[in-house]
DNA sequence: GCGCATCCCATTGACGCCCATATGGTCCCA
DNA sequence: TGGGACCATATGGGCGTCAATGGGATGCGC
């Protein structure tokens, strides 16, 4: 029943330290979650974080397609190339490395966005940026049904 | 047969919070929901909230089609992302975040409006000028039949 | 030795839990 | 039929706890 859901906008600290919002905090720990897995999103400008399992996931779909294929290379290339894992310190901040700044543009503040069985990093902007396009398509949809 | 009906404005006190209908607590104690999921909505600037049910029904939507589309990976920003669970005080009263008020414009009173299967968090006057718009397209429209 | 990351502790401001008061409406009885 | 007791809802506020944040100190690698 728990899921990473909602979001959030913390601030960066002199140290480059970013509090994790203590909901997400709880739904890690009931996972048993100590390593987190962090990759550069396929579509937004964002950095998603998930369990271990997330990676895993990843790999089994490339191990079920053809391991020379350009596909799998191509996911290979994203998921391992492009990944890190990280650890909380013991008040559950984390560091807003280079790897992150360099991908997403954040600077001082981080939002944090829920989805379902990981969550992301964004910046503030570029995330309500997003929102409000899908939700215009969305609103557009609608109409034309 | 209950459901959410009518609607009724109160006043958020000192503390950010505000009272829920008690038409509204008593449909939602009928269908048993402790915990509140809101959202911003697709269409107004207006958070809807409604049960885990509301969430659910969301995600099956999603389930149903391919998990990496953009579509369903759009859908999810705005469910997940734009979403959150609620609780009620003791008193009956929710919290109103500056998530709520960035996206209504609620600032110290809220008009809380039935949807049927589940209600609304309006900024007063946007309610009553969305309300009065429907009702001259509906007029329109039936002049033209 | 210097820079950077981790560990530890302090502060403060927000939120949850609890109890008190007001206000308006209903019902009963004179 | 009018007054008053009673009740439910809406509202106000005290207080403890915890999360977010800031900053000193220590340890490690370059």
């Known amino acids: 029943m728990s899921r990473f859901l909602s979001n959030a906008t913390n601030r960066i600290d002199a140290k480059g330290r970013v509090s994790v919002p203590s ?13 987190l897995y962090c990759f550069q999103d396929f579509v937004f400008p964002a950095i998603s974080v998930g369990g271990p399992d997330l990676l895993e996931r990843f790999e089994r779909q490339i191990a079920a397609e053809d391991p020379f294929s ?8 994203l998921i391992h190339g492009g990944g ?4 909380l310190d013991a008040e559950g ?13 954040i600077s001082d503040e981080v939002t944090f966005v829920g989805r379902a069985d990981h969550f ?4 503030p902007q570029a995330f309500m940026a997003a929102q409000a396009q899908a939700r215009g398509e969305r609103k557009l949809a609608g109409k034309r049904s």
Do not use: K, Y
Request: no cysteine; charged share 20%.
């Open 120 to 123: 992301q990093l964004w910046q």
């Open 84 to 87: 890190i894992f990280m650890r």
């Open 23 to 35: 909901a997400f905090r709880s739904v890690l720990a009931q996972r048993n979650v100590q390593e």
């Open 93 to 105: 901040r984390l560091m807003v490395t280079d790897f992150i700044r360099g991908f997403t543009g």
């Open 70 to 77: 350009p596909d799998a290379n191509e996911m290979s290339l």
